[in-house]
């Protein structure tokens, strides 16, 4: 293999001794016109077997949506470094290719009711080409005043940060199969993410919450969720099967997760720490009894008709909730009590920050809700944990200093 063009004898030198290294490493590749393209594309044909779905299908979307309309006409073999950079910076100020669907629905329904009526949530799907299901939940969040705001044009750093983790994996196996020598995504840093804290409930938004949706058929799954902090695609694939009320515990494994808009059920949890057992309280065990108890019932009403899936959570006829309606069902009962506005999500945070208040062991919480390391759990939640450095350092010097030297907290001593 030869190369020419250097601009000096030095610099053909240096590159020659390169060759020669990388040629006694076994590295020496051929030259390709491969494009990322055409690797991408057959990087995700290989790679779908291995992966979660819905993983496999957020990297075909970053793939599709960003990466490949912008440099995918790049050879792979010479994507560089500062190409990734002008990616990044690029999606960062530009990079939104989803219509902002809500706030052309909002604009529609403000314009029609000004006119003096508003309008229907059919005529809102017609008029905006959405389903009738966003459409409903639009016009349900409008009408509780509740105004999307405005999309920006960029992409979040969250989102730019996916898609360098996703690149970077594609490369990692890119030099794998000896298509490039170096991974150029190994060297580039992307966008920084700040860190915010989540939205959460108060112990009383929590206790007010429980107490209105006491009649709702899914009363059950609020509690056990509030309870536990398991994800929503555990709690709508949980099985009585992984389900024992005598003991108070349950194994979290089986995944109803949304791919493409569609419902698939997976094996296994999202972390290593997501399949598990863990114990349920007195309160969760006797609502998960009553709500038995009602299904059971149903089950011998419709008979042969019921749905044979032994899912803990059904609709009457045994199917199973599709986890976005389990969403929209939160939405709506958060708003009828109005209660401050959270996320479904956002309860798996108020669980953990309710039980570290408590003064549960970190450790422990970590466990109960899956994460993958206590140290990234830690990090999460170290505005909750002040409160526990702060008893830590009255306790350890009242001990260090004993009652003559430690004062008590109205400024005189304890006797």
């Not at 995918?72 to 470094?81: A, D, I, P, V, W």
């Amino acid at each position: 293999m030869t190369k020419g063009g250097f601009p000096t004898e030095k610099e053909a030198w240096k590159a020659c001794r390169e060759a020669m290294r990388e040629a006694d490493r076994g590295r020496i590749m051929k030259p390709s016109n491969r494009t990322l393209a055409e690797f991408l594309n057959e990087w995700l044909v290989a790679v779908e077997p291995t992966v979660d779905a819905s993983t496999w299908q957020s990297w075909r979307d970053y793939a599709r949506a960003y990466v490949i309309p912008r440099i995918g006409g790049s050879r792979l073999q010479g994507l560089n470094e500062p190409e990734l950079l002008k990616l990044y910076g690029k999606l960062l100020a530009e990079g939104r290719v989803k219509r902002d669907r809500d706030s052309d629905m909002y604009a529609y329904w403000t314009s029609e009711a000004a006119k003096g009526k508003a309008p229907t949530p059919r005529a809102v799907a017609v008029a905006c080409d959405v389903t009738i299901h966003a459409a409903r939940a639009a016009v349900r969040r409008y009408q509780s005043g509740v105004i999307p705001k405005k999309t920006p044009p960029g992409l979040a750093p969250k989102t730019v940060r996916n898609v360098h983790a996703m690149l970077h994996r594609a490369l990692v196996d890119a030099v794998a199969w000896k298509y490039i020598t170096d991974n150029p995504a190994s060297n580039v840093k992307p966008p920084k993410v700040a860190r915010t804290r989540r939205k959460v409930w108060t112990t009383e938004d929590i206790q007010t919450f429980l107490a209105s949706i006491q009649s709702d058929r899914f009363a059950a799954l609020f509690l056990l969720e509030l309870t536990t902090g398991i994800r929503r695609g555990q709690m709508c694939g949980l099985k009585w099967s992984s389900v024992d009320l005598g003991a108070g515990e349950i194994t979290v494994h089986d995944n109803r997760v949304v791919v493409g808009g569609r419902v698939r059920n997976e094996s296994g949890g999202k972390t290593k720490n997501a399949d598990q057992t863990i114990s349920i309280d007195r309160a969760t065990v006797a609502a998960l009894r009553g709500w038995k108890e009602i299904q059971d019932r149903e089950r011998a009403f419709f008979g042969t008709d019921y749905h044979a899936g032994d899912y803990v959570f059904t609709f009457e006829d045994g199917r199973p909730p599709h986890p976005d309606t389990i969403r929209q069902r939160f939405d709506r009962l958060a708003a009828a009590n109005g209660l401050a506005r959270i996320t479904f999500h956002d309860l798996r945070h108020s669980y953990a920050t309710a039980a570290l208040k408590a003064g549960v062991n970190p450790k422990v919480v970590s466990d109960r809700i899956g994460h993958a390391n206590v140290g990234f759990f830690l990090e999460t939640y170290a505005h909750v944990l002040k409160k526990d450095d702060r008893e830590a350092a009255e306790q350890a010097a009242s001990f260090l200093l004993g009652p003559d030297l430690y004062p008590a907290a109205d400024g005189v001593h304890e006797t």
